[in-house]
């Protein structure tokens, strides 16, 4: 069966830090992956997503950027953190037979100081 | 467009009440759609799906049917439990790599 790993789980920065979150998807090849972020109480904002290694697509200009090293890892990052990048942070994958449906991870909880 | 469109919250039931969470669609084709629903502190979870037309997802308790006609994918459950409080989203594939997310609609079930 596929699982879903992000870390950490909770993160705590200052203004100005940088930032790298991580996603591994286990249990399936060549999946499209996903980042999202979600605000305290509002619904799912697409950051980035990614159908191959190396190949991102990006939603929101905005002070992130998105990699793909492996074909299972996908990474989410900021040279500098601003207070509005605080928030819910959630990868995904999608299964590419039947619905198309995505899957979740777990989730960070981001907060910048 | 494409965009999926669900009843404000919160929703707030007592115990072994009905459910109804309205979900509306705009689209094109014919999209998968789907229920999430996220607990505190979770990730979304995929509640109940439905491919094609007249075709019902159930799971838990939950079911929803797809409407073509009335182009809607209503959530509804016949007796909440407590431990059903959390958030749930309707959403619709695009037929590309993008998934069309509600905005949520936040459920309190009381003792």
């Known amino acids: 069966s596929q699982t879903i790993h992000q870390w950490p789980a909770t993160l705590v920065q200052p203004v100005g830090s940088p930032l790298s979150l991580e996603c591994t998807v286990e249990?399936?090849?060549?999946?499209?992956l996903y980042w999202y972020r979600q605000a305290a109480g509002r619904g799912l904002q697409l950051l980035f997503y990614?159908?191959?290694?190396?190949?991102i697509s990006s939603e929101v200009p905005q002070n992130l950027s998105a990699s793909r090293p492996q074909d299972r890892q996908f990474i989410l990052s900021s040279k500098k953190l601003l207070l509005s990048d605080s928030g819910f942070y959630l990868c995904?994958?999608?299964?590419?037979?039947?619905?198309?449906?995505?899957?979740f991870g777990p989730g960070t909880r981001l907060t910048v100081t | 467009g494409n965009s999926v469109t669900q009843m404000e919250g919160p929703v707030t039931l007592s115990e072994e009440a009905f459910l109804t969470i309205n979900c509306t669609y705009t689209?094109?084709?014919?999209?998968?759609l789907f229920w999430y629903v996220q607990y505190p502190g979770e990730g979304l979870q995929l509640l109940l799906k439905?491919?094609?037309?007249?075709d019902k997802g159930s799971n838990k308790g939950f079911e929803a049917t797809y409407r073509k006609e009335t182009t809607s994918f209503h959530l509804e459950k016949g007796s909440v439990q407590v431990s059903d409080s959390a958030v749930y989203f309707c959403?619709?594939?695009?037929?590309?790599?993008?998934?069309?997310f509600g905005a949520g609609t936040r459920l309190f079930v009381k003792a």
């Open positions: 689209a094109t084709g014919y999209p998968s």
């Open positions: 439905a491919t094609k037309a007249d």
């Open positions: 995904a994958w999608r299964s590419e037979r039947g619905a198309n449906e995505q899957y």
């Open positions: 990614s159908v191959g290694i190396g190949q």
């Open positions: 249990g399936t090849s060549n999946p499209n």
């Open positions: 959403a619709r594939s695009t037929g590309g790599f993008k998934t069309i």
